[in-house]
């Protein structure tokens, strides 16, 4: 319960400094992904083994996994972590016993899965992440390497300075990008009443690119709107989830971003995604990765 509080006071303290927050599963018109074969959940524990949290992670090798960095918060207790592959990771999760039978997720991989649609692992790195007051340049990545290497697939790494492109261009709402994730997929106001909704399944969404210069972003974030026909944005339990460069029908694997952080605490409002294609992110990232 204490490391759940601990968790829930960091989401407020983001929320409070400009009125941002952490995000956690895809929302508006989304559709299961059955592409992103390597999109997985992830979770995190102390160094007692007990449950920390819950993100999305991208494999960008067959042993390492691509997350945002406030979900590999080693400072923040993160000791070992566990990466469920399946598209509907906890869709079966049952409240009482806090267990979803079918995969084992949060507290181990269910018979047969293990080194297949499930892995350990035991290193978290962390891009010293700095948290919400030092928007934008957050350092918010950071890497997971499992203790067997996966073989499902992995997604590919932008090249330097790739979205740079379009940081001047007119008619953004023409340039899409594909997020996928897990988590609350409707989350209500507390004063109504009613439970939030999550699936517990690997969800995407297409979104449309909003602006790269901002003071929020000034070249380190991403801003997309999730809003409006045929479109979906970002909740919570998405964190570290990819950013895919183009549309649902472009199936891409070019990830050139993280889910980072929102503005509306009902993930109502534009998305942010810390940006990988830094030159000095894209170099920490190769440095790490196995």
Known sequence: MRKKLVFAVFSVMM????????????TGNFVEDDVHDYVGLVVFYDAEGEFLWRCTGTLISNWTLLTAGHCADTEGGAVTARVYFQQDAGANFDPETEIDPVTGYPEYCAAGTEGTLCFEASTILNYDFTGSLTIPNT??????ILDEAANL??????????????????????????????????????????????????????????????????????QT??????????????????????????????????????LNALCRGTDFAYRIDQPDVLAWIYDNMK
Not at 164 to 170: G, S
Not at 237 to 256: A, K, M, Q
Request: charged content about 15%.
């Open 153 to 222: 697939g992995y997604a590919e790494l932008p090249e330097e300075n790739f979205l740079n492109q379009f940081a001047t261009a007119r008619g953004t709402e023409d340039v899409l990008f594909t997020v996928s994730g897990y988590g609350l997929t409707y989350k209500n106001q507390l004063q109504n009443g009613k439970p939030n909704v999550s699936f517990r399944e690997r969800l995407m969404a297409e979104a449309t690119l909003v602006n790269l210069n901002s003071a929020l972003n000034a070249g380190f974030n991403l």
């Open 225 to 262: 709107q999730g809003n409006g026909a045929g479109r979906g944005g970002t909740c919570n339990g998405d964190s570290g989830g990819p950013v895919f460069f183009g549309g649902l029908e472009s199936d891409s694997d070019l990830v050139v971003a993280v889910t980072s952080f929102g």
């Open 139 to 144: 350092h918010d990545v950071g890497l997971v």
């Open 15 to 26: 929320i409070l400094a400009l009125a941002v927050s952490p995000v956690y599963a895809i």
